[in-house]
Each structure stands twice: as C-alpha cells, then as structure tokens.
C-alpha cells in the first residue's frame, strides 16, 4: 500500500465518521424541532423580568434602522426591556440614524452610546462589555446590527430562560433574510439550516450542549457579573462565552420558534473576510480550552472541545490530504491502487451527504424542494471547498497576531441595502 493509499483511506474514513456525527445529530434535530413544533413555545410567566438588549454596531447605517424597528416591536411588555445600541466608533451616519428613531420613540427606553477610537472601536466584545456596563436588566439579550427579530422572539427566549433554573442561556433561530440576493446567499441559507440549526438542536436534545450564535439570544445577568463580562480578545464571543457557561454548571437552551432573520454576505471577498474572523476566534477559543479535554470535572464541555477538533484537525487534513491526491493523480503523479473501493465510498459520502442535508431542509417551508437538492450538490463541490481555504488563511492571521502582537480590531462584515419587496418574500416562504 503507497503512501496515497494510506492519506486516501484517511481521508474516507475521517469524513465518514463526521458524516455519521452530523447525521445522527440532523435525526436528533429533527426530533426536536417536531416536538418543539407542536408547541407555540410559551411557557407561562406570572412575572416578566427587566431585560437590557445589547446591539454592538460600527458603520451600520444602512440596516440598523430597520433593526431597531424591529427590537421595539417586540411584544415583550415596553416596560420591561431597554434598547442599547452601542454605535462603536462609526464613521457613517449611523449616529444621526439613531437619534432620529430616539426622537421618534420618546416614550421608549432607548439609549444610544456613541463610542469614539479611545474607548470603541476594539472589536464586538469591547463593544458589549461598554453596554453592559449602563445595562439595568436581570436578562441581558444580544442582537446583532443586521438582524430583524420576529416580535415573539425575546418573549420566547426570557420565559425559557427564567422558567429553568438550569439554563444559563437560551439561544434562538437565525435564517438568511437575504437568501435569493446570490448563488452565495443560497449557500449560505443552507449551510445555516443545517449546521447553525439542525445541528444545534440535535446537540441540545442528546447531550443539553448549544453553542451561542452571537444573535438573538438571552443569558443571566449574573453570569456575566462572575464572569467578568467578555473577553476582549476573542473574536468569536459567543463560541468563548457558550464554553465558560458550560464550566459554571449551566447548560444553554435552544427554542428554535424565537426566530430572527439577518443579512449574510452576498460577494465572496465579504464572506470569505467574515468566515475567516469566525475561525480565528474559534482557534482561539479552542486553544483556550484544549486543557479541558483532560479534566474530567469539565463535564459534557469537553464533547464540544473534542468537536471543535474534530472540524479543525481531522476535517480540515481530510479535505486537504482528499483534494491532493485527486489534482496528483489527474496529473499522473500518483496512483491510488485502492482507487475502485474508494470511489464507492465517496459516492456513496455525496450521497449520503446531499439526503442528510435534504432531512435538514424538510421542517421549514418551502425549503425542500428539487432546486435545493440541486444546490446541495453543487455546494459540496464549490461552496464546501472554500472552508479549507478559510481555515489556512485564519491560522496564518492568527500566527502573525502572535509574532506582531496586534490589537483586535472591529472587522465588521460590510452590509447593503435590500430592497424591502426582497426580503418580504423571503419571510413569506417564496
């Protein structure tokens, strides 16, 4: 057997055994949702408490409009919850935006922080940390400044928090409020059905863990108090704060029917800007933890270091070892002698990996269809390659911030206008 032989068989079996993870927690979603589903999600509260919802924004003005709008039609009592929008050392129109809803809504608890380069302008951590500081609510809540919530959301998220003494947080559901803008969004549409949703609600049914999504989500006050509040230089909050939640005992709550709808990345270079931040934070939030896979005090924690490692480790040189040896051998440089069995197994992966995706699609409307089949397959071939790519890149950047020791910085994703006939389509399903 050549050295070929060996990376190939690796590469086979590394991406059958994640493909075996990911389908058992897609059944175990499904589950979930259909049991969720049968319910409107309300669990009955005499007394609501006071919640502060946190929007860290730098240079939102083109959407954060249409998201404050949102925040203040929730049907959570006016009384109860305050808006702080944390304008973060912007450099557009976004405080004059603000004012303008303020001056509209004077009976409301709104409150704008205009933050300059001194204090602000140090990334989404720094940013909550500065609104959590005037924040008066028991609950604190966290939309991000593209995000439009339906408005039982927060109602869901607080009665499902305070209504379980075990819940350190309750995150909700995300969906792409621009998924027919491009083929990217599409991508994107169904890799958050499926992984940001499905997968998390099969984690949270077979072993109470889900990973916060930044957005659109409530957690104690008092847990960030012992916490500290967030780390500065953890570029992905929510991946470094859902760990810290699990070592105090807690376990964080997924209700799928508090739904909010945000703005993805339409251009490639904006996207692949934006994913490479997300896996540099979770390299870092991983690094953090490793030492955790070996205290066996640390609880269930330790499944979600080892799945991390699992994306970061095996897949990532799977993906790699798989693609080098098809260019070699297409080439001539190589022969796989095992290349029949091989390609038997990764047929049957392909298939295997577009009905998996297709369960994930079926419990929302209008999303199973014979177009998404097609885009599933076309992703796994384009779309899906692009994360090796992310990856390499995250961990170059993340050496060079070591070697030159610099500062987080707000890498902010670049937002545009949407027209309002666009997204009212997607809302509706079509």
Same mark, same amino acid.
């Given at each position: ?111 704008? +922080? ?7 302008? /140090?990334?989404? @951590?720094?940013?909550?940390? #500065?609104? $959590?500081?005037?924040? %008066? ?86 847990? +960030? ?7 500065? /230089?953890?570029? @992905?909050?929510?991946?470094? #704060?859902? $760990?810290?939640?699990? %070592? ?183």
């Amino acid at each position: 057997m050549t050295w070929a032989d060996i990376l190939s068989m690796y590469s086979i079996y590394v991406i059958w055994i994640l493909m075996t993870i990911n389908i058992v927690l897609s059944i175990g979603g499904y589950i979930y949702y259909s049991r969720v589903k049968k319910t409107d999600g309300h669990i009955e509260t005499a007394v609501y408490p006071m919640v502060s919802v946190l929007v860290p924004a730098h240079n939102e003005s083109i959407v954060i409009q249409k998201t404050v709008r949102a925040l203040l039609n929730f049907d959570y009592p006016s009384d109860k919850y305050e808006i702080i929008v944390i304008n973060d050392n912007s450099s557009d129109d976004s405080a004059n935006v603000l004012a303008e809803i303020q001056k509209a809504n004077p009976d409301r608890q709104l409150l704008v +922080i205009n933050t300059d380069n001194e204090a602000g302008g /140090k990334g989404k @951590s720094n940013a909550l940390n #500065i609104g $959590f500081s005037v924040a %008066r609510g028991s609950v604190i809540a966290i939309y991000d400044a593209d995000n439009t919530p339906e408005p039982k959301a927060l109602t869901l998220l607080v009665e499902n928090l305070i209504n379980d003494e075990k819940a350190g947080a309750v995150i909700g559901k995300f969906r792409t409020r621009n998924r027919n803008a491009s083929i990217l969004t599409r991508f994107v549409n169904i890799e958050t059905l499926a992984y940001q949703c499905m997968n998390q609600a099969g984690r949270f049914l077979f072993f109470k863990l889900c990973t916060i999504p930044g957005t659109n989500f409530v957690i104690r006050r008092s847990i +960030i108090e012992e916490m500290g509040g967030w780390d500065p /230089k953890a570029l @992905s909050e929510d991946t470094e #704060i859902s $760990f810290r939640i699990y %070592r105090m005992g807690y376990y964080i709550k997924m209700m799928p029917l508090a739904v909010t709808w945000e703005q993805e990345p339409h251009l490639l270079p904006i996207w692949f800007k934006q994913r490479t931040r997300w896996a540099k934070g979770n390299i870092y939030v991983l690094l953090k933890n490793f030492k955790y896979v070996f205290d066996k005090d640390a609880g269930k924690m330790r499944l979600d270091v080892l799945y991390y490692l699992l994306v970061y480790l095996l897949m990532l040189s799977s993906l790699i070892f798989s693609d080098l040896i098809f260019f070699a051998g297409v080439l001539g440089f190589v022969h796989v002698s095992i290349s029949g069995f091989s390609t038997v197994l990764w047929g049957m992966a392909i298939l295997v990996f577009v009905l998996n995706m297709l369960i994930t699609m079926a419990v929302e409307e209008n999303e199973f269809n014979f177009e998404s089949a097609v885009l599933i397959l076309i992703m796994l071939f384009s779309y899906s390659k692009l994360w090796v790519f992310v990856v390499l890149n995250s961990i170059l950047q993340s050496i060079g911030d070591t070697i030159y020791k610099r500062e987080v910085k707000w890498e902010k994703t670049v937002r545009y206008a949407e027209s309002s006939e666009d997204t009212s389509k997607i809302r509706k399903g079509k």
